[in-house]
């Protein structure tokens, strides 16, 4: 994906001939706090080792680590990570400088961003008496030769109308910028502590801070600066959303409960929600949802909490679910699809993890009434069927969005036919554009019915496409592309519709009302061209 500069993300291997891309359905998001790694800055990680190069693996004060070590543990394959801090402060490094110091200051905050410095003059003319050469590196710890990342800036000047001055060149440094202003001296070069000879570093100060817990406000965010939740804004995207609990007693609050749904069905994913700490048995759950007054058609939950080994406490402690939720899900999702029948089956802990408290079949379908599933530790076949709900809670705008199945499949189908049928604004507008986009989403939703997301339900019982004058008149003075799309979640006939807009400012995806008798099909010549190109494709993907 690159952006073309006028805020609208190209697929540049995507075009009128070729299938939708299946988008995949459990990649998910993480916000809060970790022991180190950028500020407001989504990282994509694919296992756990990777979250403890960047983010520093576990720490005690933060849930977050956990969520995500849960996570990979019990499935889970791709991951973001946005850490938050609330008044983290980064270390500084100081440079001699004549009778003043250069003062370089970390871009990470914290006191696990361990740095040093090194100064030489090696190829600098004796003219350049304002020049040298700079070498920064992280290290995993101070004392240590284990570099995990290293820059090197030559020919660097402490005058201020220099090409290459300093503070603007570490403006593009990911280690370190310029604090304050440069010394009117260059720095010394730093010398061997023992030798005096070879050039030597010197570590960072060690004046860096963690901050402090973080509160429902330092996890929102801003939009405007993408911070928080917001810097979710430049991934390409995700599936499911975990905010773990702030710290080891405080939970999630409303607001960021209420902000986090409402920003998931912004970008068409799912809230995994922890069921709150004081929630001990089902009974205790059931008579606290009475009070809480939180429901969304984007957001889930599982009960109860999972008890885990603590790595750096040494015994079982009780976390919240929505890291090991959000891997099982993505688990059953490599062996059915999601509206695939292992779908109404309940969820299952990996080995080394267990539910907190046991639920009774009569709780278990209690819980179910109200929106939350339970996590069992075995599967067993005597148990009633029951399928997974979302926190819709008979709420849901649609009936259908109730379920965990159903309202995942819209989600996937609305996230890849939105991402693949972008080329359209790139393409001259004519008359055979619309007919391009149709056949193409036509070929995906016949796809799905082939893979049985529709049932044995016909065509016409099944999906519906729109992309001629109907939706694009051609009198019309606007200047986005209109792609009307309906299917039926669950019952024939009873179709969600929706209105995709494409328009070189971006795009957009509204539900609107579609009259289903007088919308009609593809026409005869359309749909031998939709079954050929199906046939076609479906080998391929």
């Given amino acids: 994906m690159t952006p073309n500069g006028l805020g609208l993300q190209v697929d540049e291997e995507r075009g009128p001939d070729q299938s939708i891309a299946r988008l995949g359905t459990a990649r998910t998001a993480f916000v809060g706090r970790t022991l180190r ?15 403890q190069q960047v983010f520093g693996g576990l720490w005690q004060p933060s849930p977050l680590g956990y969520a995500v070590e849960h996570f990979f543990d019990n499935g889970g394959r791709e991951a973001y990570v946005v850490r938050v ?17 250069l003062t370089l200051r970390a871009v990470r905050p914290g006191t696990r961003e361990f740095l040093r410095a090194s100064v030489d003059y090696d190829n600098v003319p004796d003219a350049g008496i304002a020049e040298f050469n700079l070498t920064v590196q992280r290290v995993r710890l101070l004392g240590t030769e284990q570099v995990e990342d290293q820059e090197i800036f030559p020919r660097l000047s402490v005058l201020r109308d220099a090409e290459r001055y300093v503070g603007t ?51 929102i965010g801003s939009r405007l600066e993408r911070t928080g939740l917001f810097a ?36 068409r994913a799912l809230l995994v929600v922890d069921p709150p700490a004081e929630w ?59 509206w695939g029948p292992g779908k109404s089956e309940e969820a299952v802990l990996r080995p080394g993890y267990r539910p907190a408290c046991l639920v009774t079949e009569d709780g278990r379908m209690r819980l179910a009434a109200r929106g939350v599933n339970t996590i069992q530790a075995v599967r067993s076949a005597a148990r009633i069927g029951v399928q997974p709900r979302t926190l819709a809670a008979g709420t849901a705008g649609a009936p259908d969005w109730q379920y965990l199945a159903a309202r995942r499949l819209a989600l996937f189908i609305l996230n890849s036919i939105e991402r693949s049928t972008r080329w359209v604004v790139l393409t001259k507008p004519h008359r055979e554009v619309g007919g391009l986009a149709a056949v193409q989403v036509a070929a995906f939703f016949e796809w799905l019915r082939a893979e049985g997301a529709f049932g044995n339900r016909p065509v016409e019982e099944s999906y519906v496409v729109i992309c001629d004058q109907r939706a694009n008149p051609s009198d019309s003075a606007a200047s986005d592309f209109q792609l009307l799309i309906g299917f039926a979640a669950q019952r024939g006939r009873e179709f969600h519709c929706f209105r995709i807009s494409h328009s070189m400012a971006g795009s957009r ?4 009302s579609l009259n289903r008798a007088t919308a009609g099909q593809l026409s005869p010549d359309e749909l031998e061209w939709v079954d050929t190109l199906a046939n076609q494709l479906r080998p391929l993907n």
Avoid at 37 to 51: H, L, R, S, T, Y
Avoid at 87 to 99: F, N, V
Wanted: charged content about 20%; some cysteine; hydrophobic content about 40%.
């Fill in 85 to 101: 801090a609330n008044g983290a402060r980064a270390a500084t490094l100081s440079l001699p400088a004549g009778s003043q110091i």
């Fill in 280 to 338: 001990h048995t089902a009974d205790e759950a059931l008579r606290g949802l009475r009070q809480w007054d939180f429901s969304s058609e984007n957001a889930l939950m599982y009960f109860p909490r999972v008890l885990a080994h603590d790595k750096l406490r040494g015994h079982f402690e009780s976390f919240g679910s929505c890291g090991a939720v959000a891997g099982m899900l993505a688990r059953a999702d490599e062996a059915y699809p999601v």
């Fill in 509 to 512: 995806v509204t539900p609107v």
């Fill in 37 to 51: 790694g950028p500020v407001d800055q989504p990282v994509f990680i694919k296992n756990f080792a990777e979250f």
């Fill in 232 to 267: 979710l804004d430049s991934v390409e995207y995700f599936n499911l959303l975990c905010i773990p609990p702030l710290s080891r007693d405080q939970d999630v609050g409303a607001s960021l409960l209420l902000v986090a749904a409402r920003y998931c069905k912004e970008h």
């Fill in 169 to 219: 060149v570490l403006e593009g440094s990911a280690l370190v910028h310029l604090a304050g202003a440069a010394p009117v001296e260059r720095p010394h070069p730093t010398l061997h502590s023992v030798s005096g000879l070879a050039t030597g570093y010197l570590i960072s100060n060690g004046d860096g801070d963690d901050g402090g817990p973080l509160t429902d406000y330092d996890v």
